[in-house]
């Protein structure tokens, strides 16, 4: 799988917007870009995916460039709740059997203030 | 309901004991897997398992033996245990298609003394 580069670390405040940014330079044309969270003393949780368009879910929004060697994951109003790491993944959609593994990176920790 | 369920949540044992790890899951999916997340808190993946097809990390020691029994569960076997196998293990399972997500349980955490 292509590599991600995420920042380690980012702070935002209770109720504001966070944009969580990740590079994916190496993309090839049939990845998916998926974004999992890890809470503290949890397993990692599903956040959002996407191919080439923009998606939004009742979690998150996922922003992809048009040359898609970035993406940004978008929350719209962090809460408490939503400090974890966050991690930016990319699935080959060829893979169709036990070989459709994730490859987790070193996230970015996400840390809300009140 | 809890989807992905693994038991013990917390291990502790002896070095050179042989312990093993269960989990289930009530998904319907068809593809099990087992993460390993060390004191540095990489997340890394061991085993693949899919309709008796078993993919496997080629740096996870042979002590180590995934086995299951239906598609619902995926247990982990470690023989031999070591201080280095000290860790926090997660099940997960999803359907085979690239574009599902995977489900995690909760972790394991083992403690070797």
């Known amino acids: 799988d292509a590599k991600t580069t995420q920042p380690n670390s980012m702070e935002s405040n209770e109720e504001e917007p966070v944009h969580l940014p990740c590079n994916h330079s190496?993309?090839?044309?049939?990845?998916?870009i998926h974004w999992y969270r890890q809470l503290p003393s949890q397993g990692p949780e599903y956040v959002i995916h996407?191919?080439?368009s923009n998606v939004n879910n009742r979690m998150a929004s996922l922003a992809i460039a048009e040359d898609r060697k970035s993406s940004t994951l978008i929350l719209h109003r962090a809460t408490l709740r939503d400090a974890a790491v966050y991690y930016c993944?990319?699935?080959?959609?060829?893979?169709?059997?036990?070989?459709?593994?994730?490859?987790f990176g070193g996230g970015t920790r996400l840390m809300v203030k009140p | 309901d809890t989807a992905v369920s693994q038991t013990p949540k917390y291990l502790v044992t002896q070095m050179g004991n042989d312990k093993s790890i269960k989990c289930e899951q009530n998904?319907?999916?068809?593809?099990m897997y087992w993460y390993k997340q060390d004191s540095k808190k990489f997340l890394k993946i061991m085993f693949s398992?899919?309709?008796?097809?078993?993919?496997i990390n080629e740096t996870v020691p042979n002590r180590f033996s995934p086995k299951s029994p239906d598609k619902a569960h995926l247990n982990l076997h470690i023989n031999s245990l070591e201080l280095g196998d000290s860790a926090v293990y997660f099940c997960?399972?999803?359907?085979?298609?690239?574009?599902?997500?995977?489900?995690f349980g909760d972790g394991t955490r083992l403690s070797i003394l």
């Open positions: 997960a399972s999803s359907l085979r298609n690239s574009n599902q997500p995977q489900h």
């Open positions: 993944i990319l699935r080959d959609r060829g893979k169709h059997n036990a070989g459709n593994m994730l490859t």
């Open positions: 398992y899919n309709n008796k097809e078993l993919i």
């Open positions: 190496t993309i090839s044309g049939t990845d998916y």
């Open positions: 996407g191919l080439t």
């Open positions: 998904l319907g999916h068809d593809t």
